[in-house]
C-alpha cells in the first residue's frame, strides 16, 4: 500500500528491542547483539531484473535488503535455523547434481515422476503459517536453537512481516509472502514447500 510513512527509525527500535531482550536473558552474547543491532540503516529499495528464462521476459522484483533494518537480524536467524530447515526439509537437494545421484539409487520401475511448478514461489509464501509450522517443528522434535520459540517467533515477525520499502518515490509494505533478496528467501521457501509435503502431498511423494 503506498501513502506510508517513513518507518526505518521505528523497525530499528523494534528490532533492537527484540534483540535487547535476547542479550538481557543471556541468550545472546553482548558482542553478538552490537553486530546484530540495527543503526544507521536504510529504506530497502525495488528493482527489477529481466527473466530471461521465462516466457516474455518479465521482471523479477528484488528488494535490496543490504543496508536494511532487517538484515544482519535476519541472516543471522536464517543461519541459526539451518538445522531446523535440514529437520524439517527432507526432500530439499542442493542442485541437480544431488537429484540425479539420488535417482540414480532409487528403484525406480514402479514410481512416477512429475513435475511440479510453482509461480511466484517466495512471494506467495503465507508468513504466519510458514513460521508457525516452523515453529511447531522446533517444539515437536525439542530442537535446541538457543533461543526460546516465543522470542524467536517476535524476532522472526519483525524481519519479515511487513517489510517497508521505497518504490518510484513512494513507501510501501509487503503484508505477505517474502521478498527476492532476504536472507529468509531460500529458508522459508523450504519450510513452506515442505509443509505441503508432509501435509497436503504426504500419501505422493516417495
Known sequence: MNGEKHKTKLTEEQITSSLKNLRDQNLISKSIYEKLRPTGTSIPRVYGLPKVHKRDTPLGSILDMSASPYHHAARWLAESLEPVRRNTAHHSLKDIFEFVDFVKEQNT??????SLDV????TNIPILECIEYLCDNITTNDLNIGIPVINLTELLL???????????GLFYRQTDGIAM???FGPLLADVFIAKLENQELRDTIM
Not at 520401475?109 to 512429475?114: A, F, K, S
Not at 509461480?119 to 517466495?122: N, W
Not at 511487513?162 to 518504490?167: D, E, G, M, R, W
Open 119 to 122: 509461480t511466484s514461489l517466495l
Open 109 to 114: 520401475n514402479d514410481l512416477t515422476m512429475g
Open 158 to 168: 519483525r524481519c519479515t512481516f511487513n517489510v517497508q520499502f521505497l518504490f518510484d
Open 181 to 183: 533478496g532476504s536472507p
